[in-house]
């Protein structure tokens, strides 16, 4: 069975560009979650998606962040405009009920 | 806030046996505890997981105690690709409380 996939790995943008994150979860699963990591901080919840329905949130920085899931399938995270402080590692993760499995994330500067 | 508090760091030889306790004195009847390792620029990969007594599997063992507020992550025998950071984490059954991640515990195996 494939895991979670995520991509691009590796975004470098300048300052005010736009860029979108791509997460592919696990067939079957109807929790979607994006996370992220600043530099220096601890893995931080951003939001919580149960099919194509945001369930929670409550942890995006800003309205420069857009999440979707159309159809209740992969899930796009865009950043609009980007800023120095959005750089850092994004992750997604997909479960079933309580357990969650996490992606190999998308690396994240901002120069 | 983090829901756990583990240690930062612990060090160990190779083919020890390493055990990593982590608090949980807030955790709800709902929730269950997860245990995640993650190695520099990879995401989150689930170990083990449980909500009572002891739950064991092809890599680790998970001890609760009746009163659920600690856990013991147990890895026997570890190895040099055993060195990575262990998260504890816990999380509602429903799946639908974000998971709250601390500095989790940053094990070195040394040959």
């Known amino acids: 069975e494939a895991g979670v996939t995520q991509f691009p790995s590796h975004s470098v943008i300048e300052k005010g560009q736009t860029v979108t994150l791509r997460c592919d979860p696990i067939?079957?699963?109807?929790?979607l979650y994006w996370y992220r990591r600043v530099m220096g901080k601890e893995i931080k919840f951003l939001l919580h998606?149960?099919?194509?329905?945001?369930?929670?949130e409550s942890g995006m920085p800003n309205n420069r962040f857009l999440a979707e899931r159309t159809g209740g399938t992969y899930s796009t995270l865009k950043v609009q405009p980007a800023e120095l402080e959005d750089s850092g590692v994004y992750f997604c993760?997909?479960?079933?009920?309580?357990?969650?499995?996490f992606g190999p994330g998308t690396r994240l500067l901002v120069l | 806030l983090a829901k756990t508090t583990q240690p930062i760091s612990m060090d160990s030889y190779e083919g020890q046996e390493v055990n990593i306790t982590c608090s949980h004195n807030?955790?709800?009847?709902?929730?269950?505890i997860t245990w995640y390792q993650q190695f520099p620029s990879q995401g989150p990969r689930f170990i083990i997981q449980?909500?009572?007594t002891k739950v064991t599997n092809e890599v680790a063992s998970l001890f609760i105690p009746a009163d659920r507020k600690s856990s013991t992550l147990s890895l026997p025998r570890v190895s040099l690709s055993d060195t990575a950071v262990y998260y504890c984490?816990?999380?509602?059954?429903?799946?639908?409380?974000?998971?709250?991640f601390g500095k989790g515990t940053r094990l070195s195996v040394i040959a």
């Open positions: 807030n955790i709800a009847t709902n929730d269950y």
């Open positions: 993760a997909s479960g079933k009920q309580e357990t969650q499995y």
């Open positions: 449980g909500y009572k």
């Open positions: 067939s079957g699963h109807d929790n």
């Open positions: 998606f149960v099919k194509e329905s945001k369930q929670d």
């Open positions: 984490l816990v999380g509602d059954i429903s799946g639908n409380t974000p998971l709250v």
